[in-house]
């Protein structure tokens, strides 16, 4: 699986929208971009995933750029809640077979 | 999607000893996956669980160290044996359920502390 690249921590104001940059310079072209977060004490929980087009459900929108190498996790509101080890991967989907290598995670903090 | 359960939940044990956790799915899975997350840090793969194989380990983890069971395709074990200090982590244990998202679902994680 390619590598990523995540800034360490990050601050939000609350009720502002907290962006998330990932780098995947080597993504190859069968790999998808996941997004995952842990927060304190809990299992990662999964929050959004695409592979070429913008994407967007109830909890977040991925911005892949058109070379694929870079991406943007948007909370669009965030809350309290939403303080928490934010990680991008890059994999294969493979049938559910695939394991996932997280890297370093963005913790980012929503400030009251 | 998956509910997972895993237990115990936490524990202390002493150095030298073994302690096996539990993962028990709510639907069958193909594989299952066991993670370590050591204080402060992110999550490693220790190992996949296959059902009707021997489990496959990733680099630095070995089977002496980290047995592991999966007797069928909702269960699977992880032992931590002749456990030291450093083994103290949290271990969780995955699944991913094909569909439209091909979603990893965790478990809440087994906090273990080695004294």
């Known amino acids: 699986d390619a590598k990523t690249t995540q800034p360490t921590s990050m601050d939000c104001a609350e009720g502002r929208a907290a962006n998330l940059p990932c780098n995947h310079s080597?993504?190859?072209?069968?790999?998808?971009v996941y997004w995952y977060r842990q927060i304190h004490s809990q299992g990662p929980q999964y929050i959004i995933h695409?592979?070429?087009n913008n994407e967007t459900n109830e909890m977040a929108s991925l911005i892949i750029t058109e070379d694929r190498k870079s991406s943007t996790l948007i909370l669009p509101h965030a809350t309290l809640r939403d303080t928490a080890v934010y990680y991008c991967?890059?994999?294969?989907?493979?049938?559910?077979?695939?394991?996932?290598?997280f890297g370093t995670g963005t913790r980012l903090t929503i400030i009251p | 999607s998956a509910v997972i359960s895993q237990k115990p939940s936490r524990d202390i044990c002493q150095r030298g000893t073994s302690l096996t956790i539990q993962c028990q799915v709510d639907s069958q899975v193909t594989m299952m996956f066991w993670y370590r997350q050591q204080p402060g840090q992110s999550l490693t793969l220790i190992a996949t669980?296959?059902?009707?194989?021997?489990?496959?380990?990733e680099s630095g983890f070995v089977i002496d160290k980290f047995p592991i069971s999966r007797p069928n395709l909702t269960f699977s074990t992880l032992t931590v044996s002749n456990m030291s200090p450093e083994d103290s982590s949290i271990y969780l244990c995955s699944v991913e359920v094909l569909g439209v998202r091909d979603e990893a679902f965790f478990g809440q994680g087994t906090r273990l502390t080695v004294v």
């Open positions: 080597t993504i190859s072209g069968n790999e998808y």
């Open positions: 991967i890059v994999r294969v989907v493979n049938f559910g077979n695939e394991k996932l290598t």
């Open positions: 695409g592979l070429k």
């Open positions: 669980a296959n059902q009707g194989s021997e489990a496959t380990y």
